[in-house]
């Protein structure tokens, strides 16, 4: 029980994005030790190749992201999760990060069941596993919307956008030489949707505030109606007509001052951005 109570007080410990990599890796290694066990499981939460089949077990569409063929591909997707979901919770809070997510996890299963659909013979009649859609979405949303942002790759630093355009590539590239061409698919899928959500967010539309909105209704259809709570007695109340009603300011100074900041990166860029505001934004970001 201690060793349990010790997992859980690390667990509570980790950052928001830390304790979605912590789940992705829990399940991940969860289903392996299922898959050893009944071999048949492992085929229950992986995205089956044809709509029909997909109907039949409709989570699927949300738990392949959460599974993996092997370590090495555990490995990499949580690294790059790591750093570039970090990157973006500098500009965006938590909620959009998930929301971003999820919506490229979906995205990859409409392009891989689609594909799946038009091009049966060529895509193959593999399942599909692995969160990379999700992953694309986070890092091409970040090398669109901060292109000229520099990274450091071990031995030299490389633009955002360059990052970008060698993993459409390769995806690409993975396609038309019929190299896991179900995957490469859903490595699409995430990427359109992260390029999107950028391009949207520079124009100054939230598009993952829509769907985070979209999500919450949808979970809302499983939740039970509150009870309703009986009406009170109305009762007349007498107010001074001299009282002053207060009206509560419509943006506070420091939105203000992040729209103003993300106004300037929208007409220049991000490099355009002073130390200061640069810091200001940073720690807004945190909040």
């Known amino acids: 029980m201690n060793f349990i109570d010790d997992l859980k007080r690390k667990y509570a410990t980790q950052s928001a994005l830390g304790q979605l990599i912590v789940i992705?890796?829990?399940?991940?290694?969860?289903t392996w030790l299922l898959g050893w066990i009944v071999p048949a499981a492992y085929k229950w939460?992986?995205?089956?190749?044809?709509?029909?089949?997909?109907?039949?077990?409709?989570?699927?569409i949300l738990t392949y992201g959460f599974l993996?063929?092997?370590?090495?591909?555990?490995?990499?997707?949580?690294?790059?999760?790591?750093?570039?979901?970090?990157?973006?919770l500098n500009f965006f809070n938590t909620r959009q990060l998930?929301?971003?997510?999820?919506?490229?996890?979906?995205?990859?299963?409409?392009?891989?069941l689609l594909g799946v659909s038009l091009f049966p013979s060529f895509v193959g009649l593999a399942s599909?596993?692995?969160?990379?859609?999700?992953?694309?979405a986070v890092v091409i949303f970040m090398c669109a919307y901060q292109p000229e942002?520099?990274?450091?790759?071990?031995?030299?630093?490389?633009?955002?956008?360059?990052?970008?355009?060698?993993?459409?590539?390769?995806?690409?590239?993975?396609?038309?030489?019929?190299?896991?061409?179900?995957?490469?698919?859903a490595h699409l899928g995430g990427a359109a949707i992260g390029y999107y959500a950028a391009?949207?967010?520079?124009?100054?539309?939230?598009?993952?505030?829509?769907?985070?909105?979209?999500?919450d209704s949808f979970m809302g259809l499983f939740k039970s109606s509150p009870k309703k709570e009986k009406k009170a007695k109305m009762k007349t109340v007498y107010r001074n007509k001299n009282t002053k009603k207060s009206t509560p300011s419509n943006k506070s100074e420091q939105q203000v001052k992040i729209d103003s900041i993300l106004d300037k990166i929208s007409a220049s860029g991000y490099e355009s951005l002073t130390k200061a505001e640069k810091d200001f934004l940073f720690k807004a970001g945190k909040d």
């Open 199 to 215: 391009i949207k967010m520079k124009e100054g539309i939230d598009i993952l505030k829509g769907l985070a909105s979209m999500g």
């Open 98 to 112: 998930f929301t971003l997510f999820f919506a490229g996890i979906l995205s990859g299963a409409a392009f891989f």
């Open 45 to 60: 939460f992986s995205l089956p190749a044809g709509l029909w089949a997909t109907l039949l077990q409709p989570w699927s």
């Open 128 to 136: 599909l596993i692995g969160a990379s859609a999700g992953v694309y």
């Open 149 to 185: 942002t520099e990274v450091r790759l071990i031995f030299f630093n490389l633009k955002l956008k360059y990052i970008g355009y060698a993993l459409i590539v390769i995806s690409l590239a993975g396609i038309f030489g019929r190299l896991n061409v179900g995957g490469n698919l």
């Open 24 to 30: 992705i890796v829990a399940v991940t290694l969860g």
């Open 68 to 88: 993996h063929s092997d370590i090495i591909h555990l490995f990499f997707n949580m690294l790059i999760l790591w750093s570039f979901g970090g990157m973006m």
